[in-house]
């Protein structure tokens, strides 16, 4: 059984950076598609925004709201992806979830929160 612990979030001002963490545990992790989501406050009945994503290959996918300024990567060594949060904003501000996906194999962290506030 595949078990996600996201670690990393934080209270910080506008424009600081942050690096979430996501260990995963179980096997076959370099095989794994991995995922960042977030949740803003207010939006708990709507669908979780996808923010990043990397392949089992190191290949990335980022929202056009975080491009440029967030970074996904994987240390498979470690079991571990991260997603590296630059130039942090107000509107950053939720609750960050990791998944990871193989096959018909799918698992959610529960969440690590982030505030950007000044």
């Known amino acids: 059984q595949v078990q996600l612990v996201e670690s990393g979030g934080g209270l910080v001002q506008p424009g600081e950076s942050l690096r979430l963490s996501c260990a995963f545990s179980?096997?076959?992790?370099?095989?794994?598609?991995i995922f960042w989501y977030r949740q803003a406050p207010g939006n708990e009945g709507s669908q979780r925004e996808l923010v990043a994503i990397i392949n089992s290959v190191g290949s990335t996918y980022y929202a056009d709201s975080v491009k440029g300024r967030f970074t996904i990567s994987r240390t498979n060594a470690k079991n571990a992806a991260y997603l590296q949060m630059n130039s942090l904003k107000p509107e950053d501000t939720a609750v960050y979830y990791c998944n990871s996906k193989l096959a018909r194999d799918e698992y959610w962290g529960q969440g690590t929160q982030v505030t950007v506030s000044s």
């Open positions: 179980g096997s076959f992790f370099s095989r794994y598609t």
